[in-house]
Structure formats: C-alpha cells, structure tokens
C-alpha cells in the first residue's frame, strides 16, 4: 500500500472514480485498489480493514458533528457524501423513499391471496406469460406460475414461491421451493421482507436448479418503476441559463458587505477568497454561488469547497476548514 495513503484515502479514490453506481461493496473497493495497485495485496482481512477505516472515519465524523466524506448504505457498501443530491432534489429523492417505505408496509398489510394476485400482476409487466395463481392457498406450495419467453423462441417454465413475511427467509423455505419443482423448471422467490445468508447461498448453489430471489425492497423497486401501486407526478426545476445570448448575468456584491478571508493550496500554490456567506463567494474577482463552485474553479475538478477552503480563526489563531462557518 502507498505509504502516503490511508485506508480511507484509497476507499476515497476508487469511489471518486465511480461513475455508475453510487455505492460500492468495501470488498469490490479492496479488489479495484488492488487491481490499480493501490494494495499490496487483495483479500478478507484488508477488504475487512478498509470497512473497519470507513466506519471509523464515519463515527468520528457523527461526534464531532462534521460532514465525514463516506455514506453507510448498509450491508457492506459505501458511497461518497458529495455525491449525495442536495437541496430540492434530496427532498425528492426523500419523498420517493417514504412513498416506498409506506408501500411496503401495505403490502405487509395484504391477505396471502391478495399479495399473490398482486405478484402475478407484477410478473406480467416483466414480461411473463400464461401466469396463473394456483389457488388461495395460504402459504403452502408453489403459488404463481408463468412463462418467460427469451428472444420470442425460447419458454422458460418458472415456478414461483411467494412469503409475505416480516422476518427473514431462511435456507429451508428455498430448499423446499426446489424440491417443488419438476424437471426443467426454475423457481423464484419472492418475499416481503429479506433472505438469510444461508437461503442466498443455498439459491446459487451451482449444482442445483437455479432458484432467483427478490426481496421486499426489491419487489417495491419493480412495482414503482412501472407504476404499479403509486403515481408520479412531474415536478418543473427552473434555473438560470447563464450561458445564454440574451443573459449575461453577473453577481455582485455591496462592497460593504464584512467577508471573511478564507484559502486553498493546490499544487503547493496558495488561492485567496473572500467568503459572504454559502451562496455567495468571491475569488479572482468573481462571485460564486458556492465555496465549492469557487474550489472547481481553483482545482479544475469538482471538489468539496467546505473542506477544499480554510480560514483562520482570529480567536485562537487556528486554521480550520471553511464548513466550521455554517455550523
């Protein structure tokens, strides 16, 4: 491992580099470190290590009440906190996981049968075919079955269990669904709540019939994304096109205004700025509309301003970092 980078540092700069999913699991970040020789080495304990370095950085962060660079999604993955949507969009993405939560919980709230229907509605906008709801069985037995058909040719006979439960499915309710099905069948499980490691391990075992799981927030993701239980409503965001021919806008700033002289060094060159307030920034002459537009501006990347700029304290004479203004 680089002598001058830490755990988190190297945890840092593999989810910088991640442009598709916003959480990686800490052993996929070990596995890149290694493959872009960050780490010596790639395996448990150091994978181990890195999750133990993020969470560590995360509790520090939540004690002394800064903002720590990591976010816990729970399970093993990590994601960056400036990835994070802000403002009117965090407010969305917030709502939208209410809505979800609350789904779930009416779907906890259903009879067996009615959950089944509801399965087999889902099933259909996937894509299956010829499905059927066995019989208001309760829990017992297969209870849907249906057809997915690959490339117009090909029929795949799946069987599928479903448990409307609270606790988690464990690897005996996945045997059982094996054992229900015939030849050339496959089975899917599909459950309000989750699976225990052994169920998981026991539906991929590679020497038996393959057996696919979705799990409650699963299930609520497919019936939000095809608008099965909720309804969208489409929300207009309007912001100033400061590139257009007909606008040239600039901020400005009363020149009695009190800032407060604030800093960065990049590439062992010192940047000066005067910080108003966290709208309003103003380097090399022109006034940004956040620290961190200011600090992209400076460093030609995006950076986190409130970490990126320092000022000193006239106090105590200590350099802090610009975030301890807006505490």
């Given at each position: 491992?680089?002598?001058?980078?830490?755990?988190?540092?190297?945890?840092?700069?593999?989810?910088?580099?991640?442009?598709?999913?916003?959480?990686?699991?800490?052993?996929?970040?070990?596995?890149?470190?290694?493959?872009?020789?960050?780490?010596?080495?790639?395996?448990?304990?150091?994978?181990?290590?890195?999750?133990?370095?993020?969470?560590?950085?995360?509790?520090?962060?939540?004690?002394?009440?800064?903002?720590?660079?990591?976010?816990?999604?729970?399970?093993?993955?990590?994601?960056?906190?400036?990835?994070?949507?802000?403002?009117?969009f965090k407010e969305i993405r917030d709502k939208n996981n209410s809505v979800k939560d609350r789904l779930l919980k009416s779907l906890l709230a259903m009879s067996p049968f009615g959950f089944e229907e509801l399965v087999g509605e889902v099933l259909r906008h996937l894509g299956f075919e010829n499905i059927v709801v066995t019989a208001k069985s309760g829990d017992g037995g297969i209870d849907v079955i249906g057809e997915l058909v690959v490339a117009g040719a090909i029929k795949n006979n799946v069987c599928v269990q479903v448990k409307r439960w609270q606790n988690n499915v464990q690897r005996g309710s996945v045997s059982e669904l094996r054992g229900s099905l015939r030849p050339h069948q496959i089975g899917l499980f599909i459950t309000t709540s989750d699976f225990s490691r052994a169920a998981i391990e026991e539906a991929s075992d590679p020497y038996k019939a393959p057996i696919s799981l979705i799990n409650g927030k699963e299930?609520?993701?497919?019936?939000?994304?095809?608008?099965?239980?909720?309804?969208?409503?489409?929300?207009?965001?309007?912001?100033?096109?400061?590139?257009?021919?007909?606008?040239?806008i600039k901020n400005s700033i009363d020149i009695n205004e009190d800032g407060t002289e604030i800093f960065c060094v990049y590439k062992d060159k010192t940047y000066y700025a005067i910080y108003f307030a966290p709208t309003k920034v103003m380097y090399d002459n022109e006034v940004f509309s956040s620290p961190s537009a200011a600090a992209v501006r400076v460093q030609g990347q995006q950076a986190n301003g409130w970490k990126v700029w320092k000022f000193i304290d006239r106090t105590d004479g200590k350099i802090y970092p610009l975030d301890k203004l807006r505490k």
């Open positions: 491992m680089p002598r001058n980078l830490s755990y988190c540092d190297i945890a840092y700069k593999i989810l910088k580099q991640e442009k598709e999913f916003p959480s990686l699991h800490y052993k996929e970040i070990a596995k890149r470190a290694f493959q872009e020789e960050l780490l010596d080495d790639n395996n448990v304990i150091i994978a181990s290590n890195i999750s133990s370095a993020i969470n560590s950085e995360i509790r520090k962060a939540n004690l002394e009440n800064t903002e720590s660079r990591f976010i816990s999604y729970g399970k093993g993955k990590y994601g960056l906190t400036e990835n994070e949507p802000r403002g009117i299930f609520v993701e497919i019936m939000c994304s095809y608008g099965i239980g909720v309804k969208s409503e489409d929300v207009t965001v309007l912001d100033v096109d400061e590139d257009s021919d007909f606008l040239k």
